[in-house]
């Protein structure tokens, strides 16, 4: 059963960071490309980051570039999000998706999903 989950979420100050991981289960990620997505209420989700199953390629969205960064351990079959410098702009549920192989920016092109972290930045 292939299943995602997010974890690391939660309430930072602006300036904070927090690291969102993503571990997958019942497909290794090898052969997966993992997008890491974000939505805030009343917006549509959009792309953050991603990374592709080998590792060659690897996206960031103007808004995360420079303060994000995007890891994976295969050991641990885990996808991580490094975010630095939050700011109240990138409170969002984030979410990680699960495409063959290689990054996409499109939702549909991902078939498997997580359920959500909330990341709040607040002062």
């Known amino acids: 059963q292939v299943q995602l989950v997010e974890s690391g979420g939660g309430l930072v100050q602006p300036g904070g960071s927090l690291r969102l991981s993503c571990a997958a289960s019942?497909?290794?990620?090898?052969?997966?490309?993992i997008g890491w997505f974000r939505q805030a209420p009343g917006k549509e989700r959009e792309g953050v980051s991603c990374?592709?199953?080998?590792?060659?390629?690897?996206y960031y969205s103007d808004s995360a570039k420079g303060r994000f960064t995007i890891s994976r351990d295969n050991a641990k079959n885990t996808v991580y999000l490094q975010m630095n410098s939050l700011k109240p702009e990138d409170t969002a549920v984030y979410f990680c998706g699960a495409r063959d192989l290689y990054c996409s920016a499109y939702l549909w092109e991902y078939p498997y999903w997580g359920q959500g972290a909330q990341v709040t930045v607040s002062s």
């Open positions: 019942g497909f290794t990620l090898d052969y997966y490309a």
């Open positions: 990374f592709s199953s080998t590792g060659s390629i690897t």
